[in-house]
């Protein structure tokens, strides 16, 4: 039986760069993400710490939505990838490069800073961490870059995630922080398609409601 359509509405929207129009700038012509005038909206005063980690915060952008659309009071984001690193969500690798992020430690940090309790789900289809989204709970789900332009191929699976905010019994509506418009906000596609990008895990965030 088909699972019945639930959607969370009015979700904010918030892109890994300072502002949406700006992403096709930055993925597409490779250009500096501070040539939006706005790139201090998250937080960051250093221009370089900036570049360094916009690219690599897709999943605090995903918190940074649920947050707001639960009006869990938090700071900006650049303050949560301080608090994310002194959590070991975010490891940062003797080659310059980072490892993140990190599932269990970012789980943790979730329901003790937030109160949000999150189920890992390291091996699961995506129908069914779909159909767990409930009007308590959103999901987050890993899928590769590519999914920008879903009519394309791709090439790999995971290494990207984004923000599940409904669903029906043929697909999810989802939050891109990369994406690029028309594939950027409350984007629906159907299972079949996301099938192609998607890594085989994700997580639940479940508001705790005291």
Same mark, same amino acid.
């Given at each position: !039986?088909?699972?019945?359509?639930?959607?969370?509405?009015?979700?904010?929207?918030?892109?890994?760069?300072?502002?949406?129009?700006?992403?096709?700038?930055?993925?597409?012509?490779?250009?500096?993400?501070?040539?939006?005038?706005?790139?201090?909206?998250?937080?960051?005063?250093?221009?370089?710490?900036?570049?360094?980690?916009?690219?690599?915060?897709?999943?605090?952008?995903?918190?940074?939505?649920?947050?707001?659309?639960?009006?869990?009071?938090?700071?900006?984001?650049?303050?949560?990838?301080?608090?994310?690193?002194?959590?070991?969500?975010?490891?940062?690798?003797?080659?310059?490069?980072?490892?993140?992020?990190?599932?269990?430690?970012?789980?943790?940090?979730?329901?003790?800073?937030?109160?949000?309790?999150?189920?890992?789900?390291?091996?699961?289809?995506?129908?069914?961490?779909?159909?767990?989204?409930?009007?308590?709970?959103?999901?987050?789900?890993?899928?590769?870059?590519?999914?920008?332009?879903?009519?394309?191929?791709?090439?790999?699976?995971?290494?990207?995630?984004?923000?599940?905010?409904?669903?029906?019994?043929?697909?999810?509506?989802?939050?891109?922080?990369?994406?690029?418009?028309?594939?950027?906000?409350?984007?629906?596609?159907?299972?079949?398609? !996301?099938?192609?990008?998607?890594?085989?895990?994700? !997580?639940?965030?479940?508001?705790?409601?005291?």
């Amino acid at each position: !039986m088909k699972q019945p359509t639930l959607r969370h509405t009015n979700v904010p929207y918030h892109t890994q760069w300072g502002s949406p129009e700006w992403v096709r700038h930055v993925v597409e012509q490779q250009g500096d993400p501070c040539d939006d005038p706005h790139w201090r909206r998250s937080g960051f005063a250093d221009p370089e710490r900036y570049r360094f980690w916009a690219s690599r915060l897709c999943g605090l952008t995903c918190l940074e939505s649920v947050l707001d659309y639960w009006r869990i009071e938090h700071a900006p984001r650049a303050v949560l990838l301080d608090e994310a690193l002194r959590h070991g969500v975010y490891r940062l690798r003797d080659d310059g490069g980072v490892d993140g992020l990190i599932y269990r430690p970012f789980a943790d940090w979730l329901g003790e800073a937030f109160g949000i309790q999150v189920e890992v789900l390291p091996e699961a289809p995506l129908e069914e961490i779909a159909v767990r989204i409930d009007g308590d709970t959103l999901a987050i789900a890993s899928v590769s870059p590519e999914i920008r332009y879903p009519e394309q191929p791709n090439q790999r699976r995971g290494g990207h995630l984004i923000l599940l905010h409904g669903r029906d019994g043929d697909g999810v509506w989802f939050h891109n922080p990369s994406g690029i418009a028309p594939h950027q906000a409350d984007v629906y596609l159907p299972f079949a398609t !996301m099938a192609r990008f998607y890594a085989g895990r994700g !997580m639940t965030l479940t508001r705790i409601v005291r």
